[in-house]
């Protein structure tokens, strides 16, 4: 395993998280390789997939666990607060996580 240029998520382990990438990797390469049909039903089912192979995943554990909920909003804060003024404007992408992507509209 190559090193991680980042600290460990809170609650996880250099193994899982390496699992979970590799994971995420399949997955993308499928998408790569199917057909456009087979996309669209991959696309419906992938999350489950990616779900059901990766118990630990952020997604899943931030919504049994206040705490790492909390964590999750503090690091994006973090990381977008610095791009942020009053007068910005954001659009939310997949607004069902509480660690949503932001794109920030200047």
Known sequence: MKPL??????GRTLEQVWHHYRV???IAQRLKTVTKEQR????GTMY?????RVPDHPR???RVDPALTAESIRASLL??????SR????VEFAPATANSRLRWLH
């Open 5 to 10: 240029k980042q600290p460990l998520p809170t």
């Open 24 to 26: 995420e990797a399949e």
């Open 40 to 43: 669209r039903h991959l696309l």
């Open 48 to 52: 489950d997939d990616l779900f059901a």
């Open 60 to 62: 899943l554990t931030r």
């Open 79 to 84: 990381m977008f607060g610095r791009f942020v």
């Open 87 to 90: 007068e910005s404007v954001a």
